[in-house]
């Protein structure tokens, strides 16, 4: 009894791998014929949603990203229906630039179905959905977390799915994403009977008619008559058919002639604008050439300029102390020769300190000061202090009468610390 109840878990095991398998390879190939018949279609006419080829694909799409789709389970336990625009938004929000933000923030779309029809619509006219999926398909975590076992969208076949809708990029759609259409919540349905055709093989029956024909042979009397008139049947059907052949076959002859002619004159177009760039192109080569040579030429002018300059500065700077030392010598020989007459000597006194102070102010060459500004210099210990000695003029009239330059240049002046801190 065990071995039987196994046998039969088995057996059903098997059973729904052989259905799983069977539904992914009628979805994949039914959805390259579709891609198929609307390359077809796109020869012909504009492709909008009034296009039977397009709403069968869309309704393919659908069931293929909805394949073993996990539901979202609630507080209660129940598991309830999820729509593939969840998945979408959380497999493909690192798309840049990504349009899930604009489909959200609209306002006639708002349950999930109909925002997933208004993203597939949208990717279309970008002609980029084959690059949402496969960002979605590189998320193997995410696309895991979201679909069951057996899932087209886990399997190897998802990566055929996403090269086989690259072809759709060729194609121009226009669809308006504010049409009532987009919130039906009946699930889309797939009609096969565009992509069955019968293989005919030559010794099968052809047509329709001869299986009439054939079974009202086996039914009735048949005649010369009848016989003839069936076959004359037969014959005038297949002409129709092969006319509306050979009118489709010159209709897109027709077609494929005019995009030549197209293509031709756009390349004699892009021919012309592309003699009249060359030269422009050049003309701009030999200026850029022109004024890299006139900033190399400046470049080395303002070096040569600064070289220059910093000689003119370090010249400068040599004569500014070799003037420097050219005059401290004479100076300290000047102080050190001064006759003893002409220091400022009290005789039975000591020198105060109001006297040296004054008598160093008097030392410096750069001291100008009058007498009345030596009384109220810092220098005095006593400001009140009357100076009449006839010693002072004496010693005042000779640093007055020595001029204020030499050589053509401001004597420099002497260290301010000589004569004016006391000793």
Not at 66 to 93: I, P
Not at 120 to 136: D, G, N, P, T
Request: contains cysteine.
């Amino acid at each position: 009894m065990a071995s039987r109840s196994l046998g039969l878990h088995v057996a059903r095991k098997q059973d729904a791998a052989r259905s799983g398998a069977v539904e992914r390879r009628n979805l994949l190939t039914v959805c390259r014929f579709s891609v198929k018949t609307l390359l077809d279609r796109s020869c012909l006419d504009t492709i909008d949603d009034s296009s039977p080829e397009f709403t069968n694909f869309v309704s393919i799409l659908e069931q293929i990203l909805s394949h073993r789709l996990k539901g979202q389970t609630t507080w209660f336990g129940y598991e309830t229906h999820r729509s593939f625009w969840d998945y979408v938004k959380a497999a493909c929000s690192k798309v840049s630039p990504n349009c899930i933000h604009s489909i959200e923030s609209m306002e006639n779309v708002r349950s999930s179905r109909a925002k997933g029809r208004a993203w597939i619509r949208l990717v279309l006219m970008e002609k980029r959905l084959s690059e949402y999926i496969s960002s979605a398909l590189r998320d193997f975590k995410t696309t895991r977390k979201w679909y069951e076992d057996g899932a087209i969208m886990l399997g190897e076949e998802a990566g055929l799915l996403a090269d086989t809708l690259i072809g759709l990029n060729t194609i121009d759609f226009s669809f308006c994403l504010k049409g009532e259409g987009l919130n039906g919540s009946c699930p889309a349905v797939i009609d096969y009977t565009p992509y069955l055709k019968s293989i005919q093989r030559e010794n099968s029956i052809s047509s329709d008619e001869e299986l009439r024909t054939l079974g009202s042979s086996g039914s009735e009397n048949t005649t010369p008559e009848k016989m003839a008139a069936s076959t004359a049947e037969a014959i005038l059907t297949e002409q129709s058919s092969w006319v509306c052949r050979c009118k489709r076959l010159e209709q897109k002859y027709r077609m494929a002639l005019e995009q030549k002619c197209y293509l031709e004159e756009m390349v004699r177009l892009r021919e012309a604008q592309l003699s009249q760039v060359i030269p422009q192109n050049k003309a701009l080569q030999q200026r850029l050439t022109d004024t890299h040579l006139s900033h190399t030429l400046e470049k080395e002018q303002l070096e040569y300029i600064v070289l220059e300059l910093q000689d003119q500065l370090k010249n400068f700077q040599s004569l500014e102390q070799l003037s420097q030392t050219s005059l401290e010598p004479s100076h300290t020989l000047n102080l050190d020769t001064r006759p003893a007459s002409s220091h400022w000597h009290h005789h039975g006194k000591e020198d105060t300190p109001s006297l040296i102070g004054l008598c160093g102010s008097l030392q410096s060459v750069a001291s100008n000061k009058s007498l009345a500004s030596l009384k109220s210099s810092e220098c005095l210990a006593s400001p009140t202090t009357e100076v009449t000695s006839p010693d002072l003029t004496h010693v005042l009239e000779p640093e007055t009468k020595r001029p204020s330059t030499w050589f053509g240049e401001r004597e420099p002046d002497l260290d301010p610390g000589i004569g004016t801190q006391p000793f």
